[in-house]
């Protein structure tokens, strides 16, 4: 329709703005917490105190906390009014019983075992299925996965396509596994050393990089015509599915909770950190569909986190985490979720800040190589970016670079990643778009100064996981 006079001059008027309408959180805000702003001398000095390392800074002396989306998001009203409703007895209490269906319901796994956190599901599948001298194939190492496999006698090898380690490379499922490398290794050690591979949705390591429908089900085929189980990391599998949704062809139209479902058919267990997707503060589980890996995972449990109906967790958490599973898998709540995260990335990105492409799920990750050219790896670039960011704003990052890829088994020299990143790491539905933009001008404020930073270097090294406790001075 030919557009009248008076719509003209309207249409005019309104050029300035935006013709795109925006969205906004499917939520409003009901209970705040007060945050502190510290001054820039406090934090210098906290930083000392912590050892340049911000998992040793006290949340007080932080502003805006970024350091992980675990166990840090905010509950819903629903979600609190459920832990009203905690059945505390010590075996068979109800909220294990919603909690179970709710997840053959969203994941479709046929056994549940819950467990204090993601970690205590990864030691018990370790435990049950790898043998000294197995292999343990996956895409891209996570830090506790891994160790649970070397710490049952296996080895981790990473088959996630090339490109997942190149922080320029923009495609859309980076988290793929490598089809030619999982059937090398297959014919280099033979299938029954392989008891499982291990499939990360979406890829924590990698940026939060997803994986796609198409590559899990040829995982999955290959693997089951030599015997080898698929055991999904479920803990960001909803964001993944996401992904899905969003990217890849023939999905567009079905919801996040179907795609969810199509993608967890592909592997024969899951261990999952509820402390992600799963919208709780604390819990995990264990889900597989063989009845005998169940009946000894259900055995184990007790040794380790409690008995089988509560595997760590009292029943008011286990009833969160059943309400917040239904929550996670709206797909409103994702697209503000991994919308906000988005945000973020593309400021960076218009700012020309170097940042891992395409943004992931969970977080935007700064590339500390491109920081700092002027730091070997043994300066622990990623650390230093993260000392500084904090030293500028109170933003606390958290390093994923050589201190969290540790020092290898067998030769005790430390382990140099190629990519040397700092993690933002956005909690779900705990801070606004506001808070995103103080973060996105004190990263640029960092990315001005860079070339007058120097390194760190380390003072003290725990032997587990590193990165959690190792202090480091100033060079
Ligand atoms: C957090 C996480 C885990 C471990 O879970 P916890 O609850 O912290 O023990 C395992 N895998 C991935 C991908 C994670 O992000």
Same mark, same amino acid.
């Not at 930083?47 to 840090?72: E, K, P, W």
């Not at 996956?138 to 049952?152: D, I, K, P, S, W």
């Given at each position: 329709?030919?557009?009248? &006079?008076?719509?003209?001059?309207?249409?005019?008027?309104?050029? &300035?703005?935006?013709?795109?309408?925006?969205?906004?959180?499917?939520?409003?805000?009901?209970?705040?917490?007060?945050?502190?702003?510290?001054?820039?001398?406090?934090?210098?000095?906290?930083?000392?105190?912590?050892?340049?390392?911000?998992?040793?800074?006290?949340?007080?002396?932080?502003? @805006?906390?970024?350091?992980?989306?675990?166990?840090?998001?905010?509950?819903?009203?629903?979600?609190?009014?459920?832990?009203?409703?905690?059945?505390?007895?010590?075996?068979?209490?109800?909220?294990?019983?919603?909690?179970?269906?709710?997840?053959?319901?969203?994941?479709?796994?046929?056994?549940?075992? &819950?467990?204090?956190?993601?970690?205590?599901?990864?030691?018990?599948?370790?435990? @049950?299925?790898?043998?000294?001298?197995?292999?343990?194939?996956?895409?891209?190492?996570?830090?506790?996965?891994?160790?649970?496999?070397?710490?049952?006698?296996?080895?981790?090898?990473?088959?996630?396509?090339?490109?997942?380690?190149?922080?320029?490379?923009?495609?859309?499922?980076?988290?793929?596994?490598?089809?030619?490398?999982?059937?090398?290794?297959?014919?280099?050690?033979?299938?029954?050393?392989?008891? !499982?591979?291990?499939?990360?949705?979406?890829?924590?390591?990698?940026?939060?990089?997803?994986?796609?429908?198409?590559?899990?089900?040829?995982?999955?085929?290959?693997?089951?015509?030599?015997?080898?189980?698929?055991?999904? %990391?479920?803990? *960001?599998?909803?964001?993944?599915?996401?992904?899905?949704?969003?990217?890849?062809?023939?999905?567009?139209?079905?919801?996040?909770?179907?795609?969810?479902?199509?993608?967890?058919?592909?592997?024969?267990?899951?261990?999952?950190?509820?402390?992600?997707?799963?919208?709780?503060?604390?819990?995990?589980?264990?889900?597989?569909?063989?009845?005998?890996?169940?009946?000894?995972?259900?055995?184990?449990?007790?040794?380790?986190?409690?008995?089988?109906?509560?595997?760590?967790?009292?029943?008011?958490?286990?009833?969160?985490?059943?309400?917040? @599973?239904?929550?996670?898998?709206?797909?409103?709540?994702?697209?503000?979720?991994? =919308?906000?995260?988005?945000?973020? =990335?593309?400021?960076?990105?218009?700012?020309?800040? &170097?940042?891992?492409?395409?943004?992931? =799920?969970?977080?935007?990750?700064?590339?500390?190589?491109?920081? !700092?050219?002027?730091?070997?790896?043994?300066?622990?670039?990623?650390?230093?970016?993260?000392?500084?960011? !904090?030293? %500028?704003?109170?933003?606390?990052?958290?390093?994923?670079?050589?201190?969290?890829?540790? *020092?290898?088994?067998?030769?005790?020299?430390?382990? !140099?990643?190629?990519?040397?990143?700092?993690?933002?790491?956005?909690?779900?539905?705990?801070?606004?778009?506001?808070?995103?933009?103080?973060?996105?001008?004190?990263?640029?404020?960092?990315?001005?100064?860079?070339?007058?930073?120097? =390194?760190?270097?380390?003072?003290?090294?725990?032997?587990?996981?590193?990165?959690?406790?190792?202090?480091?001075?100033?060079?």
């Amino acid at each position: 329709m030919a557009k009248t &006079p008076a719509a003209a001059r309207d249409a005019a008027a309104l050029a &300035p703005f935006p013709t795109r309408r925006s969205w906004a959180e499917p939520w409003k805000v009901k209970v705040v917490e007060p945050l502190r702003m510290t001054t820039r001398k406090a934090r210098e000095k906290a930083n000392i105190d912590a050892g340049f390392n911000t998992f040793l800074l006290r949340s007080a002396d932080v502003y @805006i906390d970024l350091l992980t989306d675990s166990g840090t998001s905010a509950m819903s009203d629903g979600q609190w009014a459920g832990m009203m409703l905690g059945d505390e007895a010590y075996a068979g209490s109800r909220n294990f019983y919603n909690l179970e269906a709710t997840i053959q319901k969203y994941y479709g796994y046929t056994y549940v075992v &819950p467990t204090h956190q993601g970690r205590g599901a990864e030691n018990l599948i370790s435990q @049950i299925l790898v043998k000294p001298g197995m292999y343990v194939p996956g895409n891209m190492y996570f830090t506790t996965t891994r160790l649970h496999q070397e710490l049952a006698g296996g080895t981790f090898v990473d088959v996630i396509v090339k490109e997942a380690h190149d922080p320029a490379a923009d495609l859309p499922f980076k988290g793929n596994v490598d089809l030619d490398a999982f059937a090398a290794l297959i014919r280099k050690v033979g299938a029954k050393k392989i008891p !499982y591979i291990t499939i990360g949705a979406t890829v924590n390591m990698a940026g939060g990089q997803p994986i796609s429908m198409a590559n899990i089900k040829a995982v999955h085929a290959l693997a089951k015509t030599h015997g080898i189980k698929v055991i999904l %990391d479920a803990t *960001r599998a909803v964001e993944n599915a996401w992904f899905i949704q969003q990217r890849e062809p023939g999905y567009a139209r079905k919801s996040v909770a179907t795609i969810l479902r199509e993608f967890c058919g592909y592997s024969d267990g899951c261990t999952m950190s509820g402390k992600k997707d799963a919208l709780v503060n604390i819990g995990g589980w264990l889900a597989v569909n063989d009845r005998d890996v169940y009946e000894e995972a259900s055995n184990l449990v007790v040794v380790y986190e409690g008995l089988h109906t509560y595997g760590g967790m009292a029943g008011r958490d286990m009833e969160a985490m059943a309400r917040g @599973i239904v929550e996670s898998v709206q797909d409103d709540h994702m697209r503000a979720r991994i =919308g906000q995260v988005q945000y973020l =990335g593309q400021k960076l990105i218009d700012w020309g800040v &170097p940042i891992v492409r395409p943004v992931g =799920g969970h977080a935007v990750y700064l590339d500390a190589k491109a920081f !700092y050219p002027q730091l070997t790896q043994d300066q622990f670039p990623a650390q230093t970016l993260a000392a500084e960011l !904090y030293e %500028d704003s109170g933003v606390r990052a958290m390093e994923r670079g050589v201190v969290s890829a540790g *020092r290898d088994a067998k030769t005790g020299k430390h382990r !140099y990643p190629k990519l040397e990143l700092v993690r933002l790491t956005i909690p779900r539905r705990v801070y606004t778009q506001a808070h995103m933009d103080v973060t996105a001008e004190s990263v640029l404020a960092v990315w001005q100064q860079r070339a007058r930073v120097r =390194g760190l270097t380390m003072v003290y090294e725990p032997k587990y996981l590193r990165f959690f406790q190792a202090r480091f001075e100033r060079l």
